[in-house]
């Protein structure tokens, strides 16, 4: 039994025992924990409160509610403290319960205090605006958005006073709480379904879209680490190689598909952060559209040449801008952190480049290698091989400290521009709403693999340095790279189609 996917459901009230209720049957075990004893010991007090003043459609006969009940488990204490890393919540005597799904039922007496109660041992719970309104408060997987019940908002605290003997409201306020609690009941049953398929993940092949063409840095770091992840989980990762529209076509693929875990995506600092600010429409929100699996590491940005080119440091190319205005100069496409790269060496040089965007790094190596287009800027994996074999020539590295692959070669502020330093992050995403078991799934094999020596000595021998993350450290990575990309777009004007 232990190992069935575990439901915490904080509040022993009605809407505590209608969740647990409704879950009877599911493949779950609950844990129902109270700071008040008469709602654990005293059922028959609700069987009474509820047939006065529940209407008929959501009062059931407490018995047959403890009959038909999963596997449930009930304490009495207080929580005092939300340990999101640990995924465990803390009584006040110290006692940690692990979850694997948090809820907070607490049902009417919610509305009546409020949620500010909740909110300093528990941020970033879903809570309801302003307290008025009783009904279920969830961490992910289950989804119960405040924005969901506004067309139902009742007057439950006018209610609650009512009943209590004060002024105000009706009772027609605490039917409606009973309606929302029932509601909340049937949206942590519609969830069930995903906690079983859960139970059993991965069962088939796991799609893994690397949003750009294969041969630059994604799909390098996508093949070494998705063979890993396909050994530990016991199916194979298949490699889906969609580039174009700066990533954005294949990211947006990984929003759109079912949150089963069958489809994970390869994310990066330009999908998830920096496109959404250049983009005149985006067909999805990094924000809000997507679950943080693992952060996979961070890349070095090359400035290069070809080898022929008479250019032969980042001085040569700044005095070739200044006297050849509009050079041109290549990237794996629009929006990229090489398009980035490009542009803040243009506004810290005084220079104006052209910027010829590539369907990833593949096509404009060839180019370049081709003397086609005289420079690129590109992440060091897909390069690295060319420079190594004399094919091109490295000028300086975008990262604040020189590259072990390439230790000669200068930074950009070492070549005189000082204070420029960009270091691009890429991680691992799934739709919106993934199960929480999927996710602890996912997470554990990528950053199990992340860590193995032969894949770290392989990525860090390209130029990428390796590392895993928790999903919360992703998902903070993301919201913080988001605003401060925003800003640094919006001055810069940078703009794509």
């Known amino acids: ?43 028959l007090l609700y069987q009474v409160a509820t047939t006065l003043i529940a209407t008929s459609e959501i009062a059931w006969p407490i018995r047959s509610l403890w009959r038909d009940r999963p596997e449930v488990t009930t304490l009495l204490g207080e929580v005092t403290d939300v340990d999101a890393a640990e995924k465990a919540v803390v009584l006040r005597d110290g006692k940690r319960i692990g979850y694997d799904t948090l809820v907070l039922a607490t049902g009417a007496t919610h509305a009546y205090f ?39 908002e009742p007057c439950a605290r006018h209610g609650l006073r009512r009943l209590l003997g004060r002024p105000q409201g009706s009772i027609q306020g605490m039917k409606t709480v009973f309606t929302l609690t029932r509601r909340a009941a049937a949206v942590a049953l519609l969830a069930v379904p995903f906690l079983a398929q859960a139970a059993d993940y991965p069962s088939k092949p796991i799609r893994f879209i690397v949003p750009y063409t294969p041969g630059g840095t994604t799909d390098l770091v996508a093949r070494t680490v998705g063979q890993k992840v396909s050994e530990k ?5 298949l490699i889906d190689n969609r580039g174009g529209a700066g990533g954005n076509i294949g990211m947006d693929a990984v929003a759109k598909a079912a949150p089963d875990g069958y489809t994970i995506g390869f994310g990066a ?44 440091s980042v001085p040569d190319l700044i005095a070739a801008a200044k006297k050849n205005p509009d050079l041109p100069y290549a990237t794996a496409g629009a929006g990229t952190s090489m398009n980035l790269a ?41 390069s690295l091989p060319h420079i190594q074999a004399g094919k091109l020539r490295a000028l300086a590295v975008a990262g604040p400290t020189r590259s072990p692959s390439l230790p000669d070669v200068p930074t950009m502020a070492e070549a005189g521009l000082k204070g420029y330093a960009l270091e691009p992050w890429f991680g691992v995403y799934g739709p919106a709403k993934l199960p929480a078991p999927v996710v602890k799934a996912l997470n554990e094999a990528f950053v199990e693999a992340l860590a193995m020596p032969d894949v770290k000595a392989k990525l860090a021998q390209a130029g990428f340095s390796p590392r895993g993350s928790t999903p919360q450290e992703l998902t ?9 990309l925003g800003d640094v777009a919006q001055k810069a004007g940078m703009t794509a189609e």
């Open 1 to 43: 039994m232990q190992d069935r996917h575990h439901v915490v459901v904080v509040g022993g009230g009605f809407g505590g025992l209608q969740l647990v209720k409704g879950l009877a049957g599911a493949p779950v075990r609950i844990t129902l924990i109270d700071r008040r004893n008469h709602h654990l010991f005293q059922p």
């Open 114 to 152: 409020g949620h500010d109660e909740w909110e300093p041992f528990a941020p970033g719970l879903k809570t309801l605006e302003d307290g008025q309104h009783a009904g279920l408060h969830v961490r992910e997987p289950l989804s119960l958005h405040s924005d969901e019940l506004r067309a139902e």
């Open 233 to 237: 989980l016991g199916q194979p990762v």
């Open 269 to 312: 600092i330009s999908t998830n952060a920096l496109n959404p600010h250049i983009y005149k429409s985006m067909a999805f929100d990094p924000r809000k559209d997507f679950t943080a699996i693992s952060l996979l590491g961070t890349s070095t940005i090359v400035l290069e040449v070809p080898a022929a080119s008479a250019i032969k």
């Open 342 to 382: 490009g542009v803040m060496f243009a506004q810290m040089t005084g220079t104006e480049l052209v910027h010829v965007a590539y369907k990833g790094s593949g096509p404009a190596i060839t180019d370049m290698l081709g003397n086609n287009i005289g420079v690129m800027f590109d992440n060091l994996p897909a």
């Open 476 to 484: 903070t990575l993301t919201e913080t790279e988001y605003k401060r």
